[in-house]
Every structure is written in structure tokens, then in C-alpha cells.
């Protein structure tokens, strides 16, 4: 899905980064996906595409 290609590309860039990766890939997507699209994100079930930080961070993730 188009939502968890963007994510993926968020998260591999801030696996680069230093400090709490998790947090800042949510804070990133909380401040800048509008809410449909965190909660239509929230909604897959299907983490096996998902970057592993990306995984860490959806509890983070606002809907």
C-alpha cells in the first residue's frame, strides 16, 4: 500500500539518525500525515512490509 511505501521511506531515512528513532519517525508522521492518513495507516494489520521501526513506533502514532 502507498501509505506503508511513504512510512518505510520515513522510517529508513531516520534509521540513520541518532537518538529515539521510534519517537521521532512518530513525531514526524503525527505532525505531518493528516489524521486519515496516520489512522488508515494504524488500521493495517500487516506489519511483514513494514520497517522494524516503523513497527516500534506505531504506538506512538496519533489516529
Known amino acids: 500500500m502507498k501509505l506503508t511505501k511513504m512510512a518505510n521511506q ?3 531515512f531516520f534509521a540513520s539518525q541518532r537518538g529515539d528513532q521510534p519517537a521521532a519517525i512518530a513525531a514526524h508522521l503525527n505532525e505531518n ?3 486519515k492518513m496516520r489512522a ?3 488500521a493495517q494489520d500487516d506489519e ?3 520497517h522494524p ?3 516500534q513506533a506505531k504506538p506512538l502514532i496519533r489516529s
Open 53 to 55: 521501526l516503523l513497527v
Open 33 to 35: 500525515w493528516a489524521p
Open 10 to 12: 520515513i522510517a529508513t
Open 48 to 50: 511483514a512490509d513494514q
Open 40 to 42: 488508515d495507516f494504524l
